[in-house]
Antibody
């Protein structure tokens, strides 16, 4: 069965960076995009960007341009999302989700809580 | 960028029908996807491409899309349907994936 398993919770100081991983199983990793979505406590879903694991091509939401980097390691079917220059407003649960160009997000990771606090 | 507008909350009694709307400029020309999110859990796709249901989603969940409004309809509402619901579209603009603000469904 398709699974996306994310890395554990992180606590970071303002100005630091965080790297969240998303390990895929149960399907061909390079056949579907990986999207990243975040959700602050009590707030809605916010799309951050996508990555094509086959080509490595990426597309980032304007809000995160220059601060986010999405990469992958195809040998271990794992996608990564790194967010830099963290501030308190980045405290949120970060999700990876499988999708494709204009295709819905049919499988989601369990989420990774990132807390930014001094 | 494209904006999707959802009512913050909808309330319905068990056994009744809940309708959750998602408004957007000419949204009828786009494919709308709907997600259910229960507290502490990841979102789950419940309707895609306006009105299709993924495997395992009850037939009670249905969708429609026309003009400037898409609608998620939940028939014979159960207590277990209480959750936040989000609509989503793909828009070929600078930020292609857009989510609505979410609607909290309360089962009275």
């Amino acid at each position: 069965q398709v699974q996306l398993v994310q890395s554990g919770a992180e606590v970071k100081k303002p100005g630091a960076s965080v790297k969240v991983s998303c390990k895929a199983s149960g399907y061909t990793f390079t056949s579907y995009d990986i999207n990243w979505v975040r959700q602050a406590t009590g707030q809605g879903l916010e799309w951050m960007g996508w990555m094509n694991p086959n080509s490595g091509n990426t597309g980032y939401a304007q809000k995160f341009q220059g601060r986010v980097t999405m990469t992958r390691n195809t040998s271990i079917s794992t996608a990564y999302m790194e967010l830099s220059s963290l501030r308190s407003e980045d405290t949120a649960v970060y999700y990876c989700a499988r999708g494709g160009t204009a295709a819905p997000f049919d499988y989601w990771g369990q989420g990774t809580l990132v807390t930014v606090s001094s | 960028s494209y904006v999707l507008t959802q009512p913050p909350s909808v309330s319905v009694a068990p056994g009744q029908t809940a309708r959750i709307t998602c408004g957007g400029n000419n949204i009828g020309s786009k494919s709308v996807h709907w997600y259910q999110q229960k507290p502490g859990q990841a979102p789950v796709l419940v309707v895609y491409d306006d009105s299709d249901r993924p495997s395992g989603i009850p037939e009670r969940f249905s969708g429609s899309n026309s003009g400037n409004t898409a609608t998620l309809t939940i028939s014979r509402v159960e207590a277990g349907d209480e959750a936040d619901y989000y609509c989503q579209v793909w828009d070929s603009s600078s930020d292609p994936w857009v989510f609505g603000g979410g609607t909290k469904l309360t089962v009275l």
